[in-house]
């Protein structure tokens, strides 16, 4: 079945550049997403992007996918206090009601 | 504009109490969902519904019913609540391939 899988904690140092790893197994997805929650709050897409892309870049965030190795990256350069939190990757792979499927998350940390 | 709301925001359930959670959204979305989220096990799909009219089952269905009142609104019933259902339950509107998400409800069940 449909699997997505992140390890669960990074810290990096503030002003380098953290990577969130992320692996999924359907080969049919069509958009894989990076979702970021704060503490207490809902989830909130921090980028997307479609299958046939192997990049995408928007200010500090860049994502990139690795079809034949089904692995998919979000780097953030120069991370600050402010991104720490718990990032989702996830996949779609059917297009309409969107059933999306969650990796259970990584724990982004900050060290002064 | 509020996007996603749900209420309550906290719940404490004895076992075997009744609740049903509220979700509304205002940005004319056809598709809702609900989720749990459990530590270490990202979300998990419980029911969604395509449009109005219509509910379907996700990932982990059993214990739960849903309603699609309207287009606005759908909620999330618990008849008879387990001390398994302590969770945070997050709604959720979508239009094509993009999912807004409420604040979340957390619930307990002593």
């Known amino acids: 079945g449909e699997d997505v899988e992140q390890s669960l904690f990074l810290s990096v140092r503030e002003g380098d550049s953290s990577v969130i790893n992320c692996t999924y197994t359907d080969s049919s997805s069509t958009y894989l997403y990076w979702y970021k929650q704060e503490p207490g709050a809902g989830l909130q897409l921090l980028t997307y992007i479609f299958s046939n892309m192997d990049m995408k870049q928007d200010q500090r965030l860049t994502v990139l996918l690795n079809k034949k190795d089904k692995h998919l990256s979000l780097r953030i350069a120069d991370t600050q206090t402010g991104d720490s939190a718990i990032y989702f990757c996830?996949?779609?792979?059917?297009?309409?009601?969107?059933?999306?499927?969650f990796g259970s998350g990584t724990r982004l940390s900050i060290r002064p | 504009n509020a996007g996603v709301t749900q209420t309550p925001k906290f719940q404490v359930l004895k076992t075997g109490q009744s609740m049903t959670l509220q979700c509304a959204q205002d940005?004319?979305?056809?598709?809702m969902y609900w989720y749990r989220q459990d530590p270490g096990m990202g979300l998990r799909l419980i029911y969604y519904?395509?449009?109005?009219?219509?509910?379907d089952k996700g990932e982990v269905p059993n214990g739960y019913n849903v309603s699609r009142l309207n287009k606005r609104e759908f909620s999330l019933r618990l008849e008879s609540a387990a001390p398994s259902q302590t969770s945070v339950y997050f709604c959720a509107s979508s239009e094509r391939n993009e999912q807004f998400f409420g604040p979340g409800t957390r619930l307990t069940v002593l």
């Open positions: 519904s395509a449009s109005e009219g219509t509910t």
């Open positions: 996830a996949e779609s792979i059917a297009f309409g009601a969107s059933k999306i499927i």
């Open positions: 940005m004319n979305h056809n598709s």
